[in-house]
């Protein structure tokens, strides 16, 4: 027998109705609203809100029941009117803040319908109700897995969308057909196929004779290009589909569905359609400089063109060479000329998407040239490399003395900042602070705890194998008139990519500017050239190892060895953070 609460609690009504199928079976949110209003009738209740949403509880984050916890850290209400327990949480976050708040008086009573909870009762019994809704959750996860995985086993496509054609049995019994052929579509679908292994249409044309014997979607549209080319792509038209087992490999099932057209005949047209087909166009050919440059006009990027001309013997007729064996004005075949004259030209020229430019182009022997004429510039002695190796981990052992004190430091600091945010939560939950101080102190600490924990990660460089970064990009120098004279694009795009990529044409003239990194680690090298006359027996030590770190030698180079540390390091952390992102975003597509 419930017994009647004291009217100076105020109450809030929580109703939520998931929109998953594991909710389906409760009731709904206009129905809790009707009993939980009844029964704060009944028992005299002051509510002073109704808050209800249609969202899973299977994982943190719901508004509304962020919401619904503002009213009791404002203290504009101090207990909860809920259908039953699990309508509040079905995760372990949310439920722990639920029972913590409980047990701390925050909350001074929950009502359910039939039973109600107290600071001073059992937190076992709620945390075992917490927990039988959590675990509901992944059972309920795991059994539609399994269920899935048996039908796709039993030869029927475990998917709620099926391909165009078919649909599910909406009056599905034990021993009947799971999938159908759709009475308004699978017999187009027959057609089209019909008309696609006579090989005379393309996706394109059978597009417009589906559009015209009337292929439309539920809603009376005609179907996209794409969807026709999954049509002649799926293996589900053969009576195939692929699906994943329990480890989540995909594994190929043989359906028990009306195939559309048989194995043979689909295999026959998606090898003509697919791909890997022998292209019949002449085979393109890979630039070295494409994607590195830029046009000093327009901004544009500089393209490649290879002109392949004959001039004929008969007419003097210049033309291209490249899809015909005649002349296109005399008819004479290119067989039959006598030493004709041929053209073989490969030139950069702007590609001009943004409107015309005035820039000429520039034939690809001229720019080799230039290329070179500017390596030689950054070429650097195989005696300065050793010699700025040997400085830069000279100078990363000195640095790391320096980094372990800093960091000692840094996190003595940050071990403070969480005692202290530790310390306003116990004083947010004793009351003795208001929820607008509590948020206001607790991001002021987030703010600067986040400033330490960046400041450590940066300042540990011993993470980061930035002398890995500078000898390769040493190398990279020595090696690339080598590698331009190969005419490798790949190697030459990665050469190039290491060393700077902002390479800029204009009038003619290649302008190179190389990255940070590149330019930090050549300053060095210069620095070490200059010097190397003037303190020739100390560079003898240094090269050999014995070189002291207090030495004028050492903190004249440790400079320019701190800046190369300094500009690795910082392009190391920008590709981290670029592959994190983009990791994540593949993540959130794939999830």
Request: hydrophobic letters at 30%; one cysteine or more.
């Amino acid at each position: 027998m419930k017994t009647q609460q004291p009217k100076s609690i105020r109450y809030v009504i929580y109703a939520r109705k998931s929109s998953e199928s594991e909710d389906r079976q409760l009731a709904s949110i206009d129905d809790q609203i009707q009993v939980l209003t009844d029964l704060a009738k009944s028992f005299n209740l002051n509510v002073v809100e109704v808050i209800t949403e249609s969202q899973s509880a299977k994982a943190p984050g719901r508004p509304g029941f962020s919401k619904l916890l503002d009213f009791f850290h404002d203290g504009r209400a101090e207990g909860v009117l809920c259908w039953k327990l699990n309508r509040l949480a079905r995760n372990p976050i949310d439920g722990g803040q639920i029972s913590w708040m409980l047990q701390n008086n925050i909350i001074k009573t929950i009502q359910c319908h039939g039973r109600d909870y107290k600071p001073t009762d059992n937190v076992l019994m709620m945390q075992v109700e917490f927990g039988m809704a959590n675990q509901y959750v992944k059972d309920l996860s795991i059994d539609i897995r399994r269920g899935t995985n048996a039908k796709a086993k039993r030869g029927w496509y475990p998917t709620p969308q099926l391909p165009v054609g078919y649909m599910h049995n909406p009056k599905f019994r034990l021993g009947e057909d799971e999938i159908l052929c759709d009475p308004e579509r699978f017999a187009i679908i027959q057609k089209l196929w019909k008309s696609a292994l006579s090989g005379t249409y393309n996706i394109s044309e059978l597009k417009r004779i589906g559009d015209k014997i009337g292929l439309r979607d539920p809603l009376g549209r005609p179907y996209k290009k794409c969807t026709y080319y999954q049509i002649f792509s799926h293996p589900f038209y053969c009576g195939y589909f692929f699906w994943n087992d329990e480890n989540g490999q995909k594994i190929k099932y043989k359906g028990k569905h009306k195939p559309a057209v048989s194995e043979d005949d689909f295999n026959h047209f998606n090898a003509v359609i697919s791909n890997d087909k022998p292209s019949t166009r002449e085979k393109q050919y890979e630039f070295a400089f494409t994607g590195l440059i830029t046009c000093g006009c327009c901004g544009c990027q500089v393209t490649a063109e290879r002109k392949q001309q004959i001039r004929c013997t008969h007419c003097r007729n210049k033309f291209s060479s490249k899809n015909t064996d005649k002349c296109p004005k005399c008819s004479t075949r290119i067989n039959r000329m006598k030493n004709p004259t041929r053209i073989d030209i490969t030139y950069y020229r702007c590609t001009k998407r943004k409107g015309k430019c005035n820039q000429k182009y520039i034939r690809q022997e001229e720019l080799e040239k230039m290329y070179t004429t500017i390596l030689t510039q950054y070429s650097v002695n195989k005696s300065v490399i050793e010699l700025a190796i040997q400085t830069m981990k000279m100078t990363q052992e000195v640095v790391q003395e320096a980094e372990k004190n800093k960091i000692q430091t840094l996190k003595c600091k940050l071990a403070k900042l969480k005692r202290r945010e530790e310390q306003f939560f116990l004083m947010r939950a004793d009351g003795e602070i208001t929820n607008k101080d509590f948020i206001r102190f607790t991001d002021s600490i987030r703010d600067e705890v986040s400033l330490l924990e960046t400041q450590i990660k940066v300042t540990d460089t011993s993470q980061f194998d930035w002398i890995s970064m500078a000898v390769s990009h040493l190398e990279n120098v020595n090696n690339m008139k080598k590698i331009i004279n190969s005419g490798n694009k790949k190697l030459i795009n990665q050469a190039f990519n290491i060393l700077g990529s902002n390479q800029i044409l204009q009038g003619k003239n290649l302008y190179f500017f190389p990255s940070y990194v590149a330019q930090a680690i050549f300053n060095l090298c210069k620095t070490i050239e200059a010097e190397k006359a003037r303190f020739e027996p100390e560079i003898t030590l240094l090269k050999s190892g014995q070189l002291s770190p207090d030495s004028e030698l050492f903190l004249l180079l440790c400079t320019g060895a701190n800046l190369v540390r300094t500009r690795c390091t910082e392009t190391i952390i920008k590709r981290t953070r670029l592959l994190t992102c983009s990791s994540r975003y593949y993540q959130s597509r794939a999830a």
